[in-house]
């Protein structure tokens, strides 16, 4: 593959020989609204900075657009704004609801979608829908504040704005002609019957440094010759020209004070002149010097009945008297690389429609990289030429987090909804990065351990709105995946002897240790290795607020939270291990996370009684139910098990590995600890499954589960009428729809039931439902889970799938049929519809059925941030690229890399011995009740 024009690009950005990534899509889709701008007394930040202050107040620590692009340091920046002559407003960013305003919290009111990108940003393609009639920003607003919990969102396409196909397409195309020269292409389709007329206005500006440090060099745009001159202290000079005869427009961006405040404005043509003078045709609104801190270049056009019309820009660091002349040929060059840098990718995917569902989905990836800057000390402290924020500032969020400096490229859940890291999505993010771009994969989860990210006693942060949060520990699972991918790739491009990035690993690694020594000392309330945790970005999974304080008092023993560290452990075992390969040093940790795995195992399984549900039993196993459950634990001493059937008591399925005996054989010393432990230690022995493959010693399996009660939880997740969906794994089960749990407390009575879409309550965030609906990450880690399952169990040992069918499958069979559901949500069925683009139930179909059979809509996916559990249908987020991108990777051929890969270089050219399974009597050895 190193002849494919983009991984040169990606080896030559590698290796420092050219910076490639230095122009990126890296503006936010929604600055306002953040945490970040939010300058209140009381966090009140939807209220603080809201939509409507948008284009007339001054960011102060970001900036938002329609398809942006910006350097990676966010100084300058480009966008698209578009007017069609009935709006209120121009169209300069996205709009949606706040939390309040949504009835199932916050959601963007646009339809756009991510379409292409390679991996340094050398060609990026998005389209944007623009309604030709007046955009119905009140009638959202009202009409989802007049609905209810129990109603479906109110959306775009229920407005009307789209019907007779009265609407724009806006495609912009984005291709690099060097790492300093961005071409931008905009073409405008009217789908519409009449000919219709637009304003189409590309920006440039400079982020809003100089109105928080006075001492700060103010750049400048002026017009020179035509082209829009660039002046930067630091980025230095570059050049936007355009196509045609535009109207050039120029203005500052500075807050409109007298507009927003009633005070005297700094400037006479503040941030939001473009919109005075298009909209209001105020021509007093713009700077008539041609000179200012933002520019816009602005077309109109009359758009012909199903034609199109076509609008050039290059902002490059070269001057250039014939700026357009190879235009359409790098443009040309450029679609046509990443068409071979995804054929590479895709070889082994014979479906046309895969293929594509897979390029939508890893270019919504790379479309959701944001330049994410955050200082909490000066945020806290304030702005020397600003007011002194609220003294209650100094006792609310994230005071605790005051080393945090942040000022990075960094992959988000979502621009719009999520337009901030949050530490596990980003984990899960990781893995389809890993696939197109294993380099950006290292250096972000290397970036969230650094000093200015991490806590110092620990702690990574969760996300902006309280980075004190506690998210699952995935870090170290994601670590070693993406060090496996990138070995795995860089061996077959031709390096058979490559190791790994060990030093990636390593360092890491060191940092991790840290994190896991937090949670030891944090969130064991009773120093017994059973785990608290929090809500663990499970939100409303059980019956309590898990991240608030209890109503009850006391705490929860949580089964998940517990499961979490058992695998924790594991990953930096494994991890461990593999240093040990190069470092004797690394065999004693590993040694050291061995142990501390078997100590949990035995805590989970055993604390107490074997079973929760015997009198005094005080375990996290219910033996009647045949299911793990949280266990409250009252301030009298009192425990509860909270018999909720959810996820919670899947995840003791993700604490799985194996070990091969030639790994052992290689590192005596650990061999010789673990042999010597399970000798000494009988009871935790049995613990750990192994069995001989003759000529080749022992495979050894570490699991929470075995046996008896692995087959138990599969039997539970594998029932249609329980956790099975026809789109993969629900996240409560469906016998709570009928049978719903109910909690007493204080005269009234908490209830968990099973919902397939939107929750029907506000609480424990609004707009994220886990008591029905479908979720790529734990869904994703079930498969990888049940895959290292079937490397130790083989073909041999039969699952029953579905439960009640009579159909036995391999666990390994059962892996591929939860990834074949799961791509099922976004592929065409057999009747040409894709699942996530069905109706809301409740809505008007009609109005949805071009999404389905359009040509205009149906082949643009959206990746949202979980699925009906019933029908498939996209919930949530709906450009949450960032973990359901994982279809990416479940789209990929299993090539059977987890838990598989060698750690000896040479084992590429080395033949491999044939692989044995064990038999059924093996199998039917495991103890039925104490092997659990």
């Not at 129990?150 to 912009?172: A, H, I, K, S």
């Not at 142990?595 to 604390?607: G, S, Y």
């Not at 009640?804 to 009747?831: K, N, P, T, W």
Request: glycine fraction near 8%; aromatic fraction near 12%; charge should be negative.
């Amino acid at each position: 593959m190193r002849d494919n024009a983009e991984q040169l690009r990606l080896d030559e950005d590698r290796n420092g020989a050219a910076r490639w990534r230095k122009w990126g899509p890296y503006l936010s889709e929604r600055q306002w609204g953040t945490v970040r701008e939010d300058y209140s007394a009381h966090g009140t930040a939807w209220d603080y900075l809201p939509h409507d202050h948008a284009r007339s107040r001054a960011y102060r620590w970001g900036e938002d657009g329609i398809a942006g692009m910006s350097d990676d340091g966010q100084r300058l920046c480009l966008s698209l704004a578009l007017w069609n002559g009935r709006d209120p407003i121009l169209k300069e960013r996205l709009f949606g609801l706040t939390n309040s305003e949504g009835n199932h919290g916050e959601d963007v009111k646009e339809l756009y979608y991510y379409l292409d990108a390679t991996p340094t940003h050398s060609y990026l393609k998005m389209l944007y829908k623009y309604p030709q009639r007046e955009y119905p920003y009140s009638q959202l607003v009202e009409e989802n504040r007049r609905r209810g919990k129990d109603q479906p969102e109110f959306e775009l396409l229920d407005t009307g704005v789209f019907d007779d196909n009265r609407y724009f397409d806006v495609f912009v195309e984005y291709a690099k002609g060097g790492p300093d020269d961005i071409l931008m292409l905009v073409t405008v389709h009217n789908r519409g019957p009449e000919d219709a007329a637009i304003h189409v206005l590309p920006q440039l500006w400079f982020r809003n440094t100089w109105s928080w440090d006075r001492k700060a060099p103010r750049p400048s745009l002026s017009l020179e010759a035509g082209a829009v001159t660039v002046s930067h202290a630091t980025l230095g000079t570059y050049r936007l020209y355009s196509e045609g005869d535009p109207r050039w427009l120029f203005c500052d961006n500075e807050t409109n004070s007298r507009r927003l405040f009633g005070s005297d404005s700094e400037t006479q043509c503040a941030k939001d002149a473009f919109h005075d003078f298009v909209v209001s045709g105020n021509t007093n609104a713009i700077n008539p010097t041609q000179t200012g801190t933002k520019a816009g270049a602005c077309y109109r056009a009359n758009v012909a009945a199903g034609g199109s019309a076509q609008f050039r820009l290059r902002l490059t660091a070269a001057a250039s008297s014939t700026p357009f002349r190879d235009f359409d040929a790098v443009i040309a060059e450029r679609r046509k690389e990443a068409d071979a840098f995804y054929a590479h990718l895709q070889a082994d995917i014979a479906d046309a429609d895969a293929r594509l569902v897979q390029r939508q989905a890893l270019a919504g990836m790379i479309w959701n990289k944001q330049f994410y800057y955050f200082d909490v000390p000066e945020w806290l402290r304030g702005d020397l030429s600003q007011p002194p924020p609220p003294v209650e500032r100094h006792f609310g969020r994230n005071r605790e987090w005051a080393h945090l400096n942040n000022a990075d490229i960094i992959s988000m859940p979502d621009k719009w909804e999520y337009p901030w890291y949050a530490a596990w999505d980003l984990a899960f993010h990781m893995i389809p990065f890993a696939m197109i771009d294993p380099e950006f994969a290292k250096n972000q989860l290397v970036l969230l351990t650094r000093e200015w990210y991490m806590h110092p006693n620990g702690q990574l942060p969760a996300y902006e709105w309280a980075f004190g949060d506690v998210n699952p520990p995935v870090h170290a699972w994601a670590t070693w995946r993406v060090f496996q991918i990138d070995r795995k790739q860089r061996r077959m491009a031709g390096e058979p002897g490559y190791a790994g990035d060990l030093a990636f690993l390593e360092r890491v690694f060191h940092k991790l240790m840290l994190n896991f020594t937090w949670w030891v000392n944090r969130k064991d309330a009773q120093d017994r290795n059973i785990f608290q945790g929090g809500f663990l970005g499970l939100d409303n999974i059980g019956v309590f607020d898990r991240s608030a304080p209890l109503p009850t008092g006391g705490f929860i023993n949580q089964a998940d939270g517990t499961s979490w560290m058992a695998m924790y452990c594991l990953n930096l075992m494994r991890i461990a291990l593999e240093l040990a390969l190069h470092n004797r040093v690394y065999e004693d940790i590993a040694t050291k996370f061995f142990e501390h795995f078997l100590h949990i195992a035995e805590a989970m399984n055993r604390i107490g009684t074997k079973d929760m549900c015997a009198e005094g039993g005080v375990g996290l196993w219910c033996e009647h139910d045949q299911f793990y459950y949280d266990v409250l634990n009252l301030p009298d001493g009192r425990v509860v098990p909270l018999k909720v059937r959810s996820m919670v008591g899947l995840i003791p399925l993700f604490a799985v590995e194996t070990i091969e005996p030639e790994l052992l054989d290689r590192l005596p010393d650990f061999k010789r600890r673990l042999e010597w432990f399970l000798s000494y230690r009988p009871d935790l022995a049995a613990l750990v499954s192994h069995w001989d493959v003759p000529g080749k010693g022992e495979r050894r399996l570490l699991s929470l589960l075995r046996g008896h009660r692995m087959k138990a939880l599969l039997r539970r997740m594998l029932d249609e009428s329980e956790f099975l969906s026809d789109y993969g794994v629900r996240a409560l089960s469906r016998v709570h729809r009928d049978q719903a749990y109910e909690f007493p407390l204080n005269g009234h009575t908490l209830t968990v039931r099973y919902q397939s879409g939107e929750s029907d309550s506000g609480a424990f965030g609004g707009n994220s439902n886990w008591r029905g609906p479908i979720w790529f990450p734990v869904n994703y880690l079930l498969i990888e889970s049940l895959e290292k399952f079937h490397r130790y169990y083989g073909d041999e040992f039969k699952i029953e799938c579905p439960t009640g069918s009579g159909q036995f499958m391999s666990i390994g069979q059962v892996a591929a049929e939860l990834s074949r559901r799961l791509s099922r949500i976004f592929l065409r069925g057999v009747d040409g519809q894709r699942p996530v683009s069905a109706a809301p139930s409740g809505t008007e179909a009609g109005r949805y059925s071009a999404l389905r059979s359009d040509p205009n809509f149906r082949d643009y996916v959206l990746f949202h941030e979980y699925f009906d559990g019933d029908t498939g249908r996209g919930v949530g987020a709906a450009h949450q690229c960032g973990w359901t991108g994982l279809v990416a990777k479940l789209l990929a051929p299993r090539s059977g890399e987890v838990g598989q890969e060698t750690s000896e270089p040479e084992a590429q050219s080395r033949p491999q011995p044939a692989r044995q399974t064990p038999s059924r009597k093996r199998a039917a050895a495991v103890p039925a009740g104490g092997g659990q």
